[in-house]
């Protein structure tokens, strides 16, 4: 052995250790707000794991199961902004353990109602939880994490696997009892809520001890990003809406199968969030969200225009990898944006901009009732493309030391 190759194998393995500790670092810090986050977007998940049952076994058409994702969506980005604002202002300790617990009530009650409208009340009531929980999380989350954006990936995967569980969990249960298995998904939402109360608790008493964050709020570029994050949404909110309809309709696949698709897309899109923040760390923050965005693009094209039934579940998964690979990355960078309003920052990109890509729901819905689910994916490849375009026009922040950051707090409460 050479010199050179013997004075290399202990640096690679001291790399090696050095990133395995900071992988457990980054998840000791941030595991209660990524276990948060995962059962609160469950419910986010489980609306469009839920709306084909709807269709099949209610006969909702089109229009109305997309007018559910219509609901959920109001619900969430409406009140986002100024939750976030109030997020920044008070110390609304309360309000994320609250926000689980409504997120799971609306949606784990809906399956037991019939009449449409108190349906679609309950998914609103639901979407209204879930826009109380994101700016508050967020800004606990970001003051675990510091300025390391793999250590935010891990909240923001959260809501991946959130995402992700919905179908692998719900499509069981619901094919063999219907809609009104939404019940069972009841307990999760309630058991947070008591965990993050008590985790309240116990960083109640060194709330005050935190230093604001300084630093200039940077609105222009935080604009662009905004307008990313929805381009990115609108792109999610469709396919996650009508992947499994293009198995079922289209493909003539099995419900299983048809469940397995959104799983592969959903189970991409956790990958996807967490190599976004290494990539991050690595290369940086803007390049990271274009190549993710431009990305997208290809990917979905494959989904559409392979044949067969299971061939197309790779290109499923690889979809949900690229579209989330920016997801975490444009919190954070939203945050470095405006470094004196996380909570607003949090709630705009975990919240609002995600959540206005169901706005075109309705949209996608009139799609599919003359063209059918792949009527809505041979249009669905082009929308990334104006974030390539929007990608073009983003900077990164400024270096972290130019801004006084908070003394952070892990989620028992130690200030560090």
């Known amino acids: 052995m050479s010199r050179d190759t013997a004075g290399t194998a202990p640096a690679s393995a001291s790399a090696a250790r050095t990133g395995t500790a900071r992988t457990g670092t980054a998840w000791r810090r941030m595991r209660l707000w990524g276990l948060a986050h995962a059962v609160d977007d469950l419910y986010q998940g489980l609306v469009p794991a839920v709306v084909p049952y709807f269709v099949l076994d209610r006969g909702y058409g089109y229009v109305a199961a997309s007018g559910l994702t219509l609901a959920a969506t109001l619900g969430s980005s409406v009140p986002q902004p100024f939750i976030g604002l109030a997020v920044d202002r008070f110390a609304l300790t309360r309000l994320a353990p609250a926000g689980v617990a409504l997120a799971g009530l609306g949606l784990g009650l809906s399956g037991l109602v019939h009449p449409y409208p108190a349906v679609w009340l309950l998914v609103l009531l639901s979407g209204l939880g879930v826009a109380m929980f994101h700016p508050a999380a967020g800004k606990a989350a970001r003051e675990a994490a510091g300025d390391s954006t ?5 909240f923001a995967a959260g809501g991946s696997v959130g995402f992700f569980l919905a179908p692998v969990l719900a499509t069981p249960v619901l094919v063999a009892w219907g809609v009104g298995a939404t019940a069972l998904f009841l307990p999760p939402a309630l058991l947070m809520a008591f965990v993050l109360v008590r985790a309240g608790r116990r960083r109640a008493a060194l709330a005050g001890a935190a230093r604001p964050r300084t630093g200039t709020d940077r609105w222009a570029p935080f604009a662009v990003l905004t307008a990313v994050s929805v381009v990115r949404s609108v792109v999610f909110s469709g396919l996650s809406t ?30 996807g969030t967490l190599g976004g923040g290494r990539l991050a760390d690595r290369f940086g923050l803007v390049r990271t969200v274009q190549l993710g965005t431009a990305l997208t693009v290809p990917a979905l094209l494959a989904l559409r225009l392979t044949p067969g039934q299971l061939p197309p579940l790779l290109f499923a998964l690889l979809a949900g990898a690229a579209l989330n690979v920016p997801f975490a990355v444009l919190v954070k960078l939203g945050q470095d944006y405006l470094p004196t309003r996380p909570g607003t920052a949090a709630g705009v990109t975990l919240g609002l901009a995600v959540s206005v890509g169901g706005l075109v729901a309705p949209v996608f819905g009139l799609i599919a009732e003359h063209h059918g689910p792949q009527g809505v994916l041979s249009v669905l490849w082009a929308v990334p493309l104006l974030g390539v375009a929007l990608g073009c026009f983003l900077v990164e922040p400024g270096p972290a030391d130019q801004r006084e950051p908070a003394r952070t707090m892990d989620p028992a409460g130690r200030s560090r």
């Open 150 to 154: 793999a250590a935010m990936s891990v």
């Open 242 to 271: 009508f992947v499994e309809l293009y198995w079922l309709r289209h493909l003539h696949a099995s419900q299983l199968v048809g469940g397995t698709a959104l799983a592969c897309f959903l189970g991409g899109g956790v990958a």
